[in-house]
């Protein structure tokens, strides 16, 4: 059964192509009864994602047309792979073509450009997580696409951590205040993280008892600076590194 999110999203991709008239062409060229089995193709090396969902277009456009998963999530292919076979009414594979193919492409995208990320910290003790940065509605696809291209998740949504950016302890008095704040507030097992831009930020949010805080926007020597002065200070401090940094 899908999560309501996805039924939406399954929901609307089809009646922005569909708009209640349906394919008309296929109804138009295509004999109803006739049968039809296809095949997606990787047209490009890929990391595979987002075949469920893909099979939830099928399934919402014919219940009775067999979508078959021949590579598990996360996989490599190269050019030429194939993904999936998809058997059933004609009209019914041509209808839903295009929905599952771009979703198909897009997830399949993000967790390839994950696996290379992946790639270039393997061997440290970093890992690359994602952003609430998201397409409307495909937040816990793309989620679960950096995932299976060997990256992780950061806070999925404005609910589930604390992150003090800089308008916040702008707004809130200061990054030390808004770190006590948030700690007296925040149930014992909820990270709060503060971003800083400065040693004097770092030593702030350190002092006020964050568990993670955000090296934002610094050069290589002040980041790694920055990391001395935080493991002299709290040695258990998870450090996370944002901005200036690309593959």
């Known amino acids: 059964m899908l999560d309501p999110v996805t039924a939406e999203l399954v929901e609307l991709a089809l009646r922005e192509d569909l708009a209640g008239y349906g394919d008309i062409t296929s109804m138009w060229?295509?004999?109803a009864e006739a049968e039809a089995r296809a095949w997606i193709v990787a047209r490009e090396d890929a990391v595979v994602s987002g075949l469920a969902l893909a099979a939830a277009v099928m399934n919402r456009v014919d219940?009775?047309?067999e979508f078959e998963s021949l590579e598990a999530e996360g996989a490599e292919l190269t050019a030429g792979g194939v993904l999936a076979e998809i058997s059933g009414r004609a009209r019914s594979l041509l209808m839903a073509e295009r929905t599952m193919l771009n979703f198909l492409r897009h997830l399949c995208g993000v967790a390839t450009q994950a696996r290379r990320f992946a790639?270039?910290?393997q061997g440290t003790e970093a890992l690359v997580v994602d952003t609430r940065?998201?397409?409307?509605g495909l937040r816990v696809w793309e989620k679960k696409a950096v995932r299976d291209g060997g990256c992780g998740n950061h806070r999925f949504g404005l609910f589930d951590m604390v992150l003090i950016k800089d308008n916040h302890a702008t707004a809130g008095g200061g990054i030390g205040a808004t770190v006590r704040r948030a700690k007296a507030l925040a149930p014992f097992s909820m990270k709060v993280e503060a971003?800083?831009?400065d040693e004097v930020g770092?030593?702030?949010?350190i002092a006020a008892g964050a568990d993670i805080v955000m090296l934002d926007n610094m050069s290589v020597e002040e980041m790694t600076r920055c990391v001395g002065i935080a493991r002299e200070l709290e040695r258990r401090v998870l450090l996370e590194a944002s901005g200036r940094i690309d593959l």
Not at 133 to 136: D, E, G
Not at 202 to 205: D, F, G, N, S, T
Request: charged share 35%; aromatic share 0%.
């Open 29 to 31: 060229t295509v004999d």
């Open 63 to 65: 219940a009775e047309a």
């Open 119 to 121: 790639r270039a910290v």
């Open 133 to 136: 940065k998201t397409s409307p």
């Open 195 to 197: 971003e800083v831009q």
């Open 202 to 205: 770092l030593r702030e949010a």
